[in-house]
Each structure stands twice: as structure tokens, then as C-alpha cells.
């Protein structure tokens, strides 16, 4: 029996509404698990030393026996490669450093063979100054597509039009010599944004769209979406009181009017308008908001973004009591209908091991693949793979280059996938494009395969339970108190109830509830010595314990 006290979530479900929520039919981006390739690190087939398209099909069984249900790719397209194709110059073609056309028809074709669904990266805030439609754009002040970007005059004394800061350093405007002019860019000078005030702008996107949804793509991961609409009077931003000197100089202002603009949500519903005319597509988007604004972007009657990303765990301090109050604050803010998802690493962060170390990283993939919602799983992070240090002369990253000394290149997390202790960890036979660690000889996919105390085991386990167990993919969660360092809570469908126990610590702690009595059996442990064990009343966690309980109905 197990009995609830003290706190409970701000929501106006009740226990039947959760019965109802549990039983109702749920999509494909719902109950899924979202796995990002960040495609130059994946596979490389060609052996250039970048990964490519064929070598993503030769690892689809991978994912597929790892019980991946979707997998969402970096951007693919043609580009300079200023910002690792982030500055497109064809939304609707392939780089052929990646591919041709065909691989990518073949790529979709064998991905939904296995029952999985692809989600491309969409890049609608700005182009690559190498599209065809900014080298218009720049061609002549009275060119057709001048108005697709931002130009403005310069002030009477030349400076720039406003305060603005790009997130990549320096000014967010260019100056252009040709036509006297600046245009706004918010990442690289090579990134100009477009202007989405322009009907034409937004109506050639929705046609990207129409594009790659025509020939099946089941969704997109939209870029930067916050940044889309700026400010119609293009207002200084106010500066940060709270900046420090080792911030990037982006943190020198609070980008108050250059992002986040209330107009952002009419494109936001444009764009999901154009998915809705399709069966079952999704939207996620790249939002990085305190929780209050991100809940927007699901639109009044979730008519927005499927899922606005939650970048919560990327940047929490790993405190027990820190993460339970966030957790429930997350959980209490979603507006109704709204469906949560988590994320534990990207291509922009550092990974999960390098900020809580190797034995808590076990611990957070518990976390991950235990709350309630979506999880997109960063590649290689299931097998626990670290931020790679890279020699100053070997940085790639705009990010890291443009700052130097501030340690934001984001190159370290985006090392060649470790495959097996083969040359090049399996990924290539030619040197990768990014240095790889030196023991991947001891970490990599084949290693762990045959590890039953490995990260890869726990993943596959993890995601075998959530994928079995409608409480934990589409059940109800519920806060439990416990004392720090512990955290805790519950995932219920039905009568069936699961309690998470995690310790984020590396010393022993009990849990031992106040109010309550339970009896169950570990189904999972971060320890797997423990599994199948049976608990009554009180538990004892060894430092950096994480386990999955099933409780015995009473
Ligand atoms: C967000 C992407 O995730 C990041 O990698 C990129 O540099 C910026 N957007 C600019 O497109
Ligand atoms: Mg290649």
C-alpha cells in the first residue's frame, strides 16, 4: 500500500483524467525514443573520413536493436559548411559529402522498413550567405528578394542600426560594401536571417516543408525557433546586469527584442498548419526559454510545436533537491495536451559524461528514460561516450574559433562515433574529421555488447522496460518526497506502478518514506547485481544508485 502525502503536482488532472490520458491512444512521437545522428560522426561509408548517408543505412540495425523508434539527423543539406551545415544553400537537396538524393530516398525507405520514423533538422531563421536567394537579396538595393533578409541603413554615423549581438561574437550586423547597406545575422556573418515578415519568405519555407513531408519525412527539429520574428522597431536590447567576463559576449545583452517575439507564434501555427494536412508528421523545436515562455511555443490548443524542446537537464546543477523542483515545476507548467519530453545532450553541449562523470551518467540515463515523456538520446551517449579534448589547432567549431579562451567550441561532443577497437573505432578507414579519444579501444559498441555491467546494457535495458511498461511511456508521473541526495518519484498506468529511486551522489543514502509503507521487486538497477531483488518499506542505495522498482499491488 502505499500512501501520498505532502507534495503534490499543480495540475488539474485528477487520478481519472490520468486513467483516461493512460488509455487513450497515444502517436508515434509520444510513446517513441528520439535518437540524434549528428551525421559527420556517425558512419562514414566512402572512407573521406566524414560520416554519410549509406553508412547511417549500415547502423540502422544497430538502432533498431537498441529500440530506437526515431531518429532525428543534424542538417544533410548543401553548404559552406561555415557552421557544419547550419548555413544551408539548398534546403532541397543532399551535401554531397553525405550523399546523393537517392541515398537519402533509400535512407527514409529503409528506416521506415524497420518500423522507425526520420525527423529532419529544419533551418527556417537563416540561410547560408551562399544561397542562391541571399546572393539575390545582396545583388542590388532594389533587387525582388532584397526584402527576404534584414537590411537597414546605417546610423548617421556609420554604426550599426542597433545594439544587437551575434551568438557567434561581435556585432549581429554586416556590413555590405556593394550595396551600402547592413543585414542582421544572429550566428555567423555567413548566416544571414531571413526576414520572416515577408510573406514570400514564410510561403518558400512552408514549400521546404511540403518538400521533404511529400516524400515521407515524419517531422522536424526546427532550428533556433525563438529567433524567427525580431522586433518590428528593431529596439536596442537592455544589458545584462548579470554578465560576467568569462560569458560569451552574446550574455553582454538580453536579447529582449531580438528574439521571442510575440508574432513568432503565428509562424509557429503556420508551420504546424502545413503538418497537420499530412497524417501524424511532428514538429519539435530548438527553444532555449526559461519554462515559462517555452510553454508558448505549444500554441493556445497545442496548435504549435509537438514538442518544444526541454533543455532543462542540459544545464541544472546535478542536485537532487534542485532537479525534483524543477522537474514538478516543468510538469505543472504544461499547458493541457501538452506532451513533455527530455533531453540529456545535443551538438551545442557538452555530454552528459564530462559534466556528471561516468558513474552518474548511468544514473541521469535512468532519469532520461524514466520521466514522463519524449527522450532524445544524443548518439554515443549510449555507450557513455566523453567530450574529446581538441588540440587548439585542430578546432573546427565558428564557435569555439571566434571565442578563443572561452572554451565553447563545440567540437568535443561531436567525435566520430566509437563502433569497436578496430582502426578509427570502425567509423572510418581514413582519418576522421574529428580526433577520436584514446581509449576508445576500451569504449566502444562491440566492447559493450558483451559487457553486462556496461552503459550500452543499462541503455538497451532501460529502453526494453520503458517500451514493454505503459507506466513508464505514457503513464502518469508523481512527485515523491525524499531527502537529499535522493530523488524519487512514480510512473503509474492503470495498476500497474513503478517507483524511481535515484541516488545523484556518490555516498550511500536510504530512503525510508515518513508517511508511506511499499513492497515491490527491483526491475532495474544501475547495479544489475540487485535486480530482481525484493524491497519492503525502506531501501538502501549504494552511491550512485539508480533503480526502477515495480510495487506490489496491495
Ligand atoms: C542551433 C544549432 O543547434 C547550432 O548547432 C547552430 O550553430 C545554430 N543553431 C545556428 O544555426
Ligand atoms: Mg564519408
Known sequence: MILF???TIPRHETDNMT?????HKHLWWQEGIIYQIYPRSFQDSDNDGIGDLPGIIQRLDYLQSLGITAIWLSPIF????ADFGYDISDYCGIHPLFGSMEDFDELLREVHERGMKLILDLVPNHTSSEHPWFLESK??????KRDWYIWKDAQPDGSAPNNWLAMFGGSAWEWDEETQQYYYHAFLKEQPDLNWRNPEVQEAMLNVMRFWLDKGVDGFRVDVMWHMIKDSQFRDNPVNPNYREHQATYERLIPAYSTDQPEVHDIVRSMRQV??????RMMIGEIY?????????????SKEAHLPFNFLLLSIDWDAGKLASEINQYEGALPAGGW?????????QPRITSRVGQSQARVAAMLLLTLRGTPTIYYGDEIGMRDVPIPPDEVQDPQGLNMPGLNLSRDPQRTPMQWNAGENAGFSTERPWLRLPDFYKRQNVEAQQEDEFGMLTLYSKLIRLRQQEPALHVGEYKPVVTKSPLLGYLRVSGDTRFLVLLNLSHKPCYFTPDHFTFEGTIALNTIPEREGTSVKDQVYLSGDEGMVIRLKNS
Open 5 to 7: 502525502t505532502g507534495y
Open 19 to 23: 486513467m483516461k490520458e493512460t488509455q
Open 78 to 81: 548543401p553548404s559552406p559548411m
Open 139 to 144: 545583388s542590388s538595393r532594389t533587387s525582388p
Open 275 to 280: 503538418l497537420d494536412a499530412y497524417d501524424e
Open 289 to 301: 526559454l526559461p519554462i515559462d515562455k517555452l510553454m508558448t511555443y505549444y500554441g493556445t490548443d
Open 340 to 348: 513533455p519530453n527530455w533531453v540529456l545532450g545535443n551538438h551545442d
